[in-house]
């Protein structure tokens, strides 16, 4: 197992997509970065006045409650978590490409007869999955806090406590992602449909097409359905906010993000080691 794992790890950063897809994902950051920046901080400028203007015009009794229940204007941090969003577009793409090379390579065709086999390279494979979207993440956050030092003017490090538990929600839910990537691509043979579901998603047309089914199904069952919550990666795109006013919150989704990723990370694996035979590799 360790020698398969260090063999797909070495593939992995010999692989030139490893490179290319941190890159873009950086330098899309950055171009985003530097074209928001101008009116991000007229907008943190005006709620900054609004919110002083607020409180100065408080009555003494309530000034202070009035300043702990306004934590989150202006928050520039939750920019940074906008930012970190695109990690799923790039591990998905990743891993359809790393995956669908391996699969056309005439070497796999001779070790993936046996289910033994066949566990070690699914494994070793989701571990590329974790490693790249923990680099992914870590990259991004970076990039994301110094741009935002360096480009917004009311940019403060508060909350990064919560920013990196969003992180760690984040990377979690993307381990799971990546696997499903890897699982889609080794069932239909081809990096398209990965691809194609991940520009969909990040389209919000997989969005809309949830939403339509819950509604019917919520009518249906009398119960309220909600898919987003059910899926990694329409709860990553959807359900996963940060509120930097309320930990509660942060702590239950967090909780709900490793219960998701643990499942599904499992999940597809299994399925990935057991379904797929020898003749699966053409």
Same mark, same amino acid.
Request: net charge neutral; aromatic share 12%; proline share 2%.
């Given at each position: 197992?360790?020698?398969?794992?260090?063999?797909?790890?070495?593939?992995?950063?010999?692989?030139?997509? /490893?490179?290319?897809?941190?890159?873009?994902?950086?330098?899309?950051?950055?171009?985003?970065?530097?074209?928001?920046?101008?009116?991000?901080?007229?907008? /943190?400028?005006?709620?900054?006045?609004?919110?002083?203007?607020?409180?100065?015009?408080?009555?003494?009794?309530?000034?202070?409650?009035?300043?702990?229940?306004?934590?989150?204007?202006?928050?520039?941090?939750?920019?940074?978590?906008?930012?970190?969003?695109?990690?799923?577009?790039?591990?998905?793409?990743?891993?359809?490409?790393?995956?669908?090379?391996?699969?056309?390579?005439?070497?796999?065709?001779?070790?993936?007869?046996?289910?033994?086999?066949?566990?070690? /390279?699914?494994?070793?494979?989701?571990?590329?999955?974790?490693?790249?979207?923990?680099?992914?993440?870590?990259?991004?956050?970076?990039?994301?806090?110094?741009?935002?030092?360096?480009?917004?003017?009311?940019?403060?490090?508060?909350?990064?406590?919560?920013?990196?538990?969003?992180?760690?929600?984040?990377?979690?839910?993307?381990?799971?992602?990546?696997?499903?990537?890897?699982?889609?691509?080794?069932?239909?043979?081809?990096?398209?449909?990965?691809?194609?579901?991940?520009?969909?998603?990040?389209?919000?047309?997989?969005?809309?097409?949830?939403?339509?089914?819950?509604?019917?199904?919520?009518?249906?069952?009398?119960?309220?359905?909600?898919?987003?919550?059910?899926?990694?990666?329409?709860?990553?795109?959807?359900? /996963?906010?940060?509120?930097?006013?309320?930990?509660?919150?942060?702590?239950?989704?967090?909780?709900?993000?490793?219960?998701?990723?643990?499942?599904?990370?499992?999940?597809?694996?299994?399925?990935?080691?057991?379904?797929?035979?020898?003749?699966?590799?053409?």
């Amino acid at each position: 197992m360790l020698n398969v794992i260090r063999m797909e790890l070495h593939r992995m950063l010999h692989t030139r997509s /490893f490179y290319i897809t941190l890159a873009v994902n950086i330098l899309l950051i950055a171009l985003l970065f530097s074209v928001m920046a101008p009116s991000l901080n007229e907008g /943190f400028a005006a709620e900054q006045a609004a919110a002083d203007t607020s409180i100065s015009q408080s009555v003494e009794g309530w000034k202070m409650e009035m300043v702990l229940d306004n934590r989150n204007a202006p928050n520039p941090i939750n920019v940074c978590c906008a930012f970190t969003d695109w990690c799923i577009l790039f591990v998905v793409i990743f891993m359809a490409c790393f995956v669908g090379r391996f699969y056309k390579d005439g070497f796999c065709k001779n070790v993936m007869g046996s289910r033994g086999y066949r566990f070690r /390279f699914q494994m070793a494979q989701s571990v590329c999955a974790v490693i790249y979207s923990a680099v992914n993440v870590i990259l991004t956050a970076a990039v994301s806090l110094l741009l935002a030092k360096a480009l917004i003017h009311s940019f403060t490090f508060a909350y990064l406590d919560m920013f990196g538990l969003y992180l760690l929600g984040q990377f979690l839910l993307l381990c799971a992602i990546g696997s499903f990537s890897a699982f889609l691509t080794e069932w239909t043979h081809s990096t398209v449909p990965a691809i194609v579901y991940i520009f969909l998603l990040s389209t919000n047309i997989v969005a809309m097409m949830t939403a339509y089914i819950d509604s019917h199904l919520s009518d249906w069952l009398h119960k309220e359905i909600v898919m987003a919550d059910c899926l990694p990666s329409l709860y990553y795109t959807n359900q /996963f906010l940060l509120d930097v006013s309320d930990s509660t919150k942060n702590n239950a989704m967090l909780l709900h993000a490793v219960m998701l990723s643990m499942i599904f990370f499992i999940v597809y694996n299994v399925a990935g080691s057991v379904l797929l035979t020898k003749r699966d590799v053409k």
